[in-house]
């Protein structure tokens, strides 16, 4: 497993460094860590910042949990805190990630930062070659190491190599913007299978690729009746599973990450959390909770989000005074400058919808610009009668999942109205989807699911948690190793 992050935290006190769980509400490493709690043993490559001037001993690998994951070792690679800062927290961020998620006119592209990312990958993929058993499988995630697979080929061409996109996959006149577009690609095309989230972002990677190299297409599947086609607007009725190029078969796949449920479930069945969804409960005295939780970033559509809220509270005075909204914000780190007229925007919007509707013993917006621990996110889930994610472009977005499976092992009636231009949106039969460039839609859609019929309600939750409970973590690990070994049966979508 190659990842850019360490399955917990790194924590320098008094010059020891001491670890604790990752602080996000949400996110891949738990996805990604669940799949070693039965025992599966592996090799978890991430950076580690390391100082060189300091006589302290680095050491490559420790254990994860030796209780919960007895097999899983963690092999850090040294970054200094300047290789961090470049690789991850500017350029990763400001060239790549606004690009990706077609925001391309917010990226910013420098030559010595690119110099940065490369040396960075190829640090990873010696660690990586240095980790892999003969004839492994090598699991690399996300765009921060598209360059590890040209390396890694070179150094180990016995390796099986398969990686995953865990973000958006933009069309080819989008991508094509990156000046090094051609190098990347060239390193992908190194890989023995490459999965995305959903069948509309494969496609788009395999246009971006038809105007690199000349490819064939070699298998294409029907994406109906797991995926939305027609439904949504990334949607696709059909896609590509294998092509070749320069005589290399490459697979291609569509791998929704998964929940794990049972994670979630433990965490309803403690006290403490009943407790506090009772607490939540009785702190509402009866009004309605409509929920948000996201990253501070303009992709996920914050802002507009709240000037829909204020739309609906114009239009239907009614409201007034029994839904309230409860948005999370989780901050970003705080090298990352790029968010901080953002958050001023989003804490003006938020100010200035108080100070027109708020009355006593009334706020429409309860706003937390802070991280939150899961125990608690998951309380507030299975108290929200409403949950309103409305990115602008989105991967595939894990929150929506999580709010699933907390309602659908409360048997609630939650409603969960989603974006459509988020992954999510092609494969959750029963969400309510709306167009959030749109801010009529957006209002217009949340006043939907506020009045919805209870028995529509719990007909449409049924389904999604049925979709979240099959489509879990376990099976999605187990789907995409057997769609890179060439196993999952012919003809057959993973799911």
Not at 150 to 158: G, H, I, S, Y
Not at 225 to 251: D, K, N, Q, S, W
Not at 381 to 390: G, S
């Amino acid at each position: 497993m190659v990842y850019h992050r360490l399955p917990y935290e790194e924590v320098n006190e008094g010059g020891r460094v001491l670890r604790r769980p990752p602080s996000s509400p949400n996110g891949i490493i738990p996805t990604l860590l669940s799949y070693f709690g039965d025992g599966r043993p592996g090799a978890w490559v991430a950076w580690s910042v390391h100082d060189p001037r300091k006589a302290i001993p680095f050491e490559v690998h420790t254990s994860v949990d030796r209780d919960r994951y007895p097999q899983l070792v963690a092999a850090r690679v040294p970054l200094t805190k300047d290789d961090v800062d470049v690789f991850y927290k500017r350029f990763s961020k400001e060239a790549f990630w606004p690009t990706l998620h077609t925001f391309w006119e917010r990226a910013q592209f420098r030559d010595e930062d690119w110099r940065v990312f490369l040396k960075v990958n190829r640090l990873f993929a010696r660690r990586a070659a240095a980790e892999a058993a003969e004839g492994a499988v090598v699991w690399l995630h996300d765009y921060n190491l598209w360059m590890v697979p040209a390396v890694l080929r070179e150094l180990r061409p016995d390796v099986k190599i398969a990686f995953f996109h865990h973000t958006y996959f933009p069309s080819a006149d989008v991508f094509n913007v990156l000046p090094w577009r051609r190098e990347i690609i060239g390193s992908l095309l190194q890989c023995d299978y490459i999965g995305f989230h959903i069948p509309r972002q494969a496609e788009n990677f395999l246009d971006v690729v038809r105007g690199v190299a000349p490819l064939t297409v070699l298998e294409q599947r029907n994406c109906a009746p797991r995926y939305l086609t027609y439904g949504c607007a990334v949607g696709l009725e059909e896609m590509t599973t294998a092509f070749e190029v320069h005589g290399r078969r490459i697979g291609l796949g569509a791998h929704p990450v998964g929940l794990d449920v049972g994670r979630i479930r433990a965490i309803l069945e403690r006290p403490e959390t009943r407790a506090r969804i009772d607490e939540l409960r009785e702190g509402l005295g009866g009004t309605r909770m409509i929920l948000s939780v996201e990253r501070l970033d303009y992709t996920k559509g914050t802002l507009e989000k709240l000037v829909a809220f204020e739309r609906l509270l114009d239009e239907h005075p009614e409201l007034q005074g029994e839904v309230s909204l409860l948005a999370v914000c989780v901050p970003a780190a705080k090298e990352m400058t790029i968010y901080d007229g953002l958050q001023t925007q989003i804490e003006q919007a938020v100010g200035r919808l108080n100070g027109r509707f708020s009355r006593v013993g009334w706020t429409p917006v309860q706003f937390f610009f802070r991280a939150l621990p899961f125990d608690e996110v998951v309380a507030w889930y299975a108290t929200a009668d409403v949950m309103w994610i409305t990115p602008l472009r989105d991967g595939l977005n894990l929150v929506s999942k999580e709010y699933v499976a907390t309602q659908g092992i409360l048997d609630g009636r939650g409603v969960l109205v989603l974006s459509e231009f988020a992954g999510a949106a092609a494969e959750l039969h029963g969400a309510v989807l709306t167009n959030p460039h749109d801010g009529a839609d957006l209002a217009a859609q949340l006043h939907h699911a506020i009045t919805m019929d209870p028995t529509e309600a719990a007909t449409r939750l049924r389904e999604l948690f049925s979709i979240v409970e099959h489509n879990d973590i376990r099976r999605w690990g187990r789907d995409f190793l057997a769609a890179v070994s060439g196993e999952l049966e012919d003809g057959a979508l993973p799911g």
